[in-house]
């Protein structure tokens, strides 16, 4: 982590010939259960991880703002700071600034909510796989919180930053997500596993203690193209089948304050595909229920299992998997050392996670990539999850 952070300050000098003010790493993040429920106010959990986005930034006098990213050569911005203040948000005004548009979106929901930000220069790079779904969007929209809340000594705290970074999002990239991955980037803590009920934004930490087990993230290494109007597609989708479910449950507000019990009673009320679509946000939730349960009572077989039964549901119900995901999910759940395997974050491509017992996880990552390979032909990473903490994980 500290090679990175170096880095960052090493580009920071050669592009701008600024001295580090403020150093700041902000992590990526692993969902392990709770998918695409958490804009239907299901309950998820994600985790931290020591793979994210590292800044080296300085305060500059003159309200200029320029930024770099050892990720995007050549792809330097300028602006000033009374410039961002000005632009629209919701036009897609951002847009042009590039890779750049997510730390600017963040300073003008910042400036819009009366935080006074000046001039400054801003060095970044990642270290999570490139369009690999672990969130390098939402990690770079908190680093540059933290980072401008340092530089400019205004108050932050870790809901209004995760909340603000997703106003971002939606206004830089167009897909109107859920608050899970800004969440986690802001408030994850080391070696902790974090219960979101993003309906009501309550959460608790517990343990992430796998025992003789670890958690491993297959890279599938397919690109997630059409990814986001899939993903806008499946929103509207939830909410028209919310709207044909209220007329006999006018109270809820979201899917997921259906019970599966409840859900089952109204269901003649939904055509295909809605049917489905509804059915995996409500039976999801209630996964994850059960697999914060197993997890707490050291349970890794149920733990498991619930992960096998949630990409079933994305797979089949949501429609979310592809064949590169089934394709790696299967070759896991083949290995005799693994307990379950599910794709993790939006899906189209991208992750997937499997519980495989410790002692045997060299070898399983090797028949896992061994067996993807001859399916697909591509060769994808298998890596350790490893936990970290966010910046404003010890100050929520
Ligand atoms: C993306 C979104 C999140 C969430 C996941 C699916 O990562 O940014 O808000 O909806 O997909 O669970």
Not at 188 to 214: H, K, V
Not at 315 to 335: K, N, P
């Amino acid at each position: 982590m500290d090679e990175y952070l170096n880095r960052a300050v090493r580009l920071l000098g050669s592009e701008f010939g600024a001295p580090a003010h403020t150093r700041v790493f902000a992590p990526g993040r692993v969902n392990l259960i709770g998918e695409h429920i958490d804009y239907n106010g299901g309950r998820v959990m994600p985790c931290s991880l020591s793979l994210g986005t590292y800044a080296a930034a300085a305060r500059r006098g003159d309200g200029r703002i320029r930024l770099v990213s050892a990720d995007m050569p050549g792809e330097t911005v300028e602006t000033d700071a009374a410039q961002i203040a000005s632009l629209p948000h919701e036009s897609g005004a951002f847009r042009r600034f590039g890779w750049a548009a997510y730390p600017l979106g963040v300073a003008a929901k910042l400036i819009s909510r009366g935080r006074g930000i000046g001039g400054f220069d801003m060095a970044v790079m990642g270290s999570l796989p490139r369009g690999s779904g672990l969130s390098s969007s939402a990690s770079l929209e908190v680093l540059t919180c933290a980072v401008l809340r340092e530089l400019f000594g205004f108050e932050l705290g870790g809901v209004e930053a995760a909340l603000l970074s997703r106003e971002a999002e939606h206004d830089c990239a167009g897909v109107n997500c859920g608050i899970m991955d800004q969440f986690i980037c802001a408030a994850g803590r080391e070696n902790s596993a974090l219960l979101l009920d993003t309906g009501t934004l309550e959460y608790s930490y517990f343990p992430f203690d796998l025992g003789e087990y670890t958690l491993l993230i297959m890279n599938t290494k397919k690109p997630r193209r059409l990814a986001s109007s899939k993903y806008n597609e499946r929103r509207s989708e939830c909410g028209e089948a919310l709207r044909l479910l209220r007329t006999a449950y006018p109270e809820k507000a979201a899917l997921c304050e259906l019970t599966p019990e409840e859900f089952r009673a109204a269901a003649h009320l939904l055509p295909e595909p809605l049917l489905r679509r509804a059915r995996h946000a409500v039976t999801e939730n209630r996964r994850t229920e059960e697999a914060a349960a197993a997890l707490s009572a050291g349970d890794m077989t149920r733990f498991g299992a619930l992960l096998n039964a949630s990409h079933d549901s994305l797979r089949f119900d949501y429609e979310v998997t592809g064949f590169e995901l089934d394709a790696i999910v299967e070759a896991a759940r083949a290995h005799s050392s693994v307990l379950g395997a599910r794709m993790t974050g939006a899906g189209f491509g991208g992750c997937a996670i499997a519980i495989c017992a410790s002692s045997e996880a060299e070898e399983a990552k090797k028949d896992i990539a061994a067996v993807y390979n001859e399916k697909t032909g591509i060769e994808c990473e298998i890596f350790t999850a490893r936990t970290a903490d966010a910046p404003f994980g010890g100050m929520m």
